[in-house]
C-alpha cells in the first residue's frame, strides 16, 4: 500500500564532495536545496541508501565526474512528488526502490525509468540492499560471460557485497563456483552462499588451486571486482576460449597490457557496465523483474552488514575501503 504524501521541505541533508580526495572530502550539510522532479522524473524521499564502491571512485577521482556533487546510485523511499508525463504506476506515496545518482540525501529526484515498485513483502533496508549490486551480479552472468549449468567460474572477493551476490546466483543457474577470501570466516561465509571452493589468497596459490580443482583446465569465466592486484592471474587460471569479466577496482586499476596477451587461449577480455545494459526501460524492466523474482522465489541471503546515520558517510567509506566488512552498506538520512 502506498503511503500517505508527505509536505516537501525546502532544503534537506545530505552529503557533498567539493573536490577529489579521502573521506575528509565528504561533507555532510543540513541546507542542501531540495530537487525538482523535470520531464518524467520522480522525487523521492529516501528511507535507506545503498553504498557502493563505485562512489569510493567518484570521491577519489579515480573515475571523473563534475564536482561539487551529491554521491550515491542507488536508494529506497516513497515517492514524494512526480514531474511531467510519469506513469500512474509511480504515483505519490509509492515505496520504491531506484538508481540514479545523488542518493546520498534526503531526497532524491530520479528517473521513473529506472525505478521499480517495492513488492509488499520486501522491507525498505533489504530493497535498498538489492538493486545496484543484484542487477550488476546478474547481468554479469547473463550479459558479461552467459554462464551455463556445471560451468566452473572463479569469483574474486567472494564474500564481499558483489562477491555474496554472484555465489548465490551463481548457484541458482547451477554453475561451480570457487571464490577467493582473505580469511576462514570470510571463506565460511562465501560457501554458504553458494561457493564449492574458496581459495584462501593470504595463504596459498590462487592459480595453482583453481588449476587442481578444475583439472588443469581453468575456469570459462573469472568475475573479479578487485582489479590491479588479481589481473594476471586471472589470465592464468582462464580456460581456453574461457571470458576475463574485470568489473571492479577494489585494488586500483588494471595497467595497460599488450592486447596479443589474449590469443593464446582466445580469451575475451570484457569490462562491462551496468548501465550499458540496463540502458533501455525495456532493458531494466526485464533484468529487474527477474531479479525481484529470484529474490521472492529463492530467499536469498541479503547480509546488511551495518546501516550507518547518513552523517557517519566517512565512518561507512573507511569501513568499504579497508574490504574488512561483509555484505552491503546502508546509509540511514
Known amino acids: 500500500?502506498?503511503?500517505?504524501?508527505?509536505?516537501?521541505?525546502?532544503?534537506?541533508?545530505?552529503?557533498?564532495?567539493?573536490?577529489?580526495?579521502?573521506?575528509?572530502?565528504?561533507?555532510?550539510?543540513?541546507?542542501?536545496?531540495?530537487?525538482?522532479?523535470?520531464?518524467?522524473?520522480?522525487?523521492?524521499?529516501?528511507?535507506?541508501?545503498?553504498?557502493?564502491?563505485?562512489?569510493?571512485?567518484?570521491?577519489?577521482?579515480?573515475?571523473?565526474?563534475?564536482?561539487?556533487?551529491?554521491?550515491?546510485?542507488?536508494?529506497?523511499?516513497?515517492?514524494?512528488?512526480?514531474?511531467?508525463?510519469?506513469?500512474?504506476?509511480?504515483?505519490?506515496?509509492?515505496?520504491?526502490?531506484?538508481?540514479?545518482?545523488?542518493?546520498?540525501?534526503?531526497?532524491?529526484?530520479?528517473?521513473?525509468?529506472?525505478?521499480?515498485?517495492?513488492?509488499?513483502?520486501?522491507?525498505?533496508?533489504?530493497?535498498?540492499?538489492?538493486?545496484?549490486?543484484?542487477?550488476?551480479?546478474?547481468?554479469?552472468?547473463r550479459e558479461s560471460h552467459p554462464?551455463?549449468?556445471?560451468?566452473?567460474?572463479?569469483?574474486?572477493?567472494?564474500?564481499?557485497?558483489?562477491?555474496?551476490?554472484l555465489c548465490q546466483l551463481l548457484k541458482w543457474v547451477g554453475a561451480r563456483t570457487i571464490g577467493t577470501a582473505s580469511t576462514v570466516a570470510k571463506g565460511e561465509l562465501a560457501k554458504e552462499n553458494g561457493a564449492e571452493w574458496v581459495v584462501d589468497y593470504s595463504r596459498e596459490s590462487v592459480v595453482e588451486r583453481v588449476r587442481e580443482i578444475t583439472g588443469g583446465d581453468g575456469v570459462v569465466a573469472v568475475f573479479d571486482g578487485v582489479g590491479k592486484d588479481t589481473f594476471e592471474g586471472d589470465l592464468e587460471v582462464v580456460a581456453r576460449k574461457g571470458t576475463v569479466v574485470s568489473f571492479g577496482n577494489a585494488s586500483g586499476p588494471v595497467p595497460p597490457f599488450t592486447i596479443a596477451r589474449l590469443s593464446a587461449k582466445n580469451v575475451k577480455l570484457v569490462r562491462p557496465m551496468l548501465y550499458s545494459y540496463i540502458h533501455t526501460r525495456e532493458e531494466f524492466d526485464h533484468y529487474a523483474s527477474e531479479l525481484l523474482r529470484f529474490v521472492e522465489q529463492e530467499k536469498p541471503n541479503i547480509n546488511i552488514h551495518k546501516v550507518y546515520p547518513l552523517q557517519d558517510v566517512a565512518r561507512a567509506h573507511t569501513d568499504l575501503e579497508s574490504r574488512k566488512t561483509t555484505g552491503k552498506l546502508l546509509l540511514k538520512p
Open 147 to 165: 554462464v551455463k549449468h556445471g560451468d566452473f567460474v572463479l569469483v574474486h572477493a567472494a564474500a564481499g557485497g558483489m562477491g555474496l551476490w
Open 1 to 141: 500500500m502506498a503511503a500517505a504524501p508527505t509536505t516537501v521541505p525546502r532544503t534537506m541533508k545530505g552529503v557533498v564532495v567539493e573536490k577529489t580526495g579521502g573521506v575528509e572530502v565528504l561533507e555532510f550539510r543540513t541546507d542542501i536545496p531540495v530537487p525538482e522532479p523535470g520531464e518524467g522524473e520522480i522525487l523521492v524521499k529516501n528511507e535507506y541508501i545503498g553504498v557502493n564502491y563505485i562512489d569510493t571512485y567518484f570521491r577519489t577521482g579515480l573515475y571523473a565526474s563534475p564536482k561539487p556533487e551529491i554521491l550515491g546510485r542507488e536508494a529506497c523511499g516513497h515517492i514524494a512528488s512526480t514531474g511531467p508525463n510519469v506513469p500512474p504506476l509511480f504515483a505519490p506515496g509509492t515505496r520504491i526502490a531506484f538508481l540514479a545518482t545523488g542518493t546520498y540525501a534526503e531526497y532524491t529526484s530520479a528517473p521513473y525509468a529506472k525505478a521499480v515498485p517495492v513488492p509488499a513483502g520486501l522491507s525498505s533496508d533489504l530493497a535498498a540492499a538489492v538493486l545496484l549490486q543484484g542487477l550488476t551480479a546478474l547481468t554479469l552472468i
